[in-house]
């Protein structure tokens, strides 16, 4: 079964305010890593966080990742209409040679 | 150059034609892939590519055929598809010469290939 899943399906939010998308995984992982696609077009990667991190930022990101529960989240704070895209998380399983995708956010932001 | 590159853009073909994608990367990575989207989904993995060997195909049905020419280019050959295998075809590629580590890092996409089969 699909190793990542995500959580919401689709968030739709006002400009200025935060999106909260979380992410679940089964298996043990080396890293788990969030893209970003805009319709239509290629993914372009985020972050990656590995198994021994609890917490990373990238500009107006942050992603957590509880290995005891098996989740992540990304959270994008003072969103943008341009943030408008599908969010995908991607997890590396521990003995893995592939990323596993989830099922996606897609994230709408409203000007 | 972090750039990955696909052509075509679009492309449209009958289910008799025989067509190729192409993808290039010259960012040293040697792991090379090939994913197939459909609208709304997560990209599905078809073929990997390491140092310019198969060492994954999905059970990816044979109309469609992948080749490696060198570790630069990745090509799809298209042969007798099916309106379903209509899709968003992603090449990507990870993996810096330094590390031993390839298909579990960082993926760079390519923009894929809009691909309609009537």
């Known amino acids: 079964s699909q190793q990542g899943e995500e959580d919401p399906q689709a968030l739709s939010i006002q400009e200025g305010e935060n999106a909260t998308m979380n992410c679940s995984y089964k298996?043990?992982?080396?890293?788990l890593q969030w893209y970003r696609q805009n319709s239509g077009r290629g993914l372009v990667h985020l972050i990656l966080?590995?198994?021994?991190?609890r917490e990373k930022h990238s500009g107006r990101l942050r992603v957590t990742l509880d290995t005891s529960k098996k989740s992540s989240s990304l959270l994008i704070t003072a969103s943008r209409a341009a943030d408008t895209a599908s969010y995908f998380c991607?997890?590396?399983?521990?003995?893995?040679?592939?990323?596993?995708f989830g099922e996606g956010t897609q994230l709408t932001v409203n000007p | 150059d972090t750039e990955v590159t696909q052509t075509p853009k679009h492309l449209v073909m009958g289910m008799t034609n025989k067509k190729s994608l192409k993808c290039e990367q010259h960012m040293g990575h040697r792991a090379m892939y090939w994913y197939k989207q459909k609208a709304k989904k997560p990209p599905e993995l078809m073929f990997v590519y390491s140092y310019e060997k198969l060492s994954i195909n999905e059970s990816v049905p044979s109309r469609f055929s992948p080749e490696c020419p060198n570790s630069s280019l990745l090509n799809l050959h298209l042969h007798a598809l099916q309106p379903e295998d209509s899709a968003l075809y992603l090449c990507a590629s990870s993996g810096s010469r330094l590390a031993d580590r390839t298909s579990t890092d960082t993926q760079y996409f390519g923009p894929g290939t809009r691909l309609t089969v009537l």
């Open positions: 966080i590995r198994s021994n991190e």
């Open positions: 991607a997890t590396a399983a521990v003995g893995g040679s592939r990323l596993t």
């Open positions: 298996t043990s992982i080396n890293n």
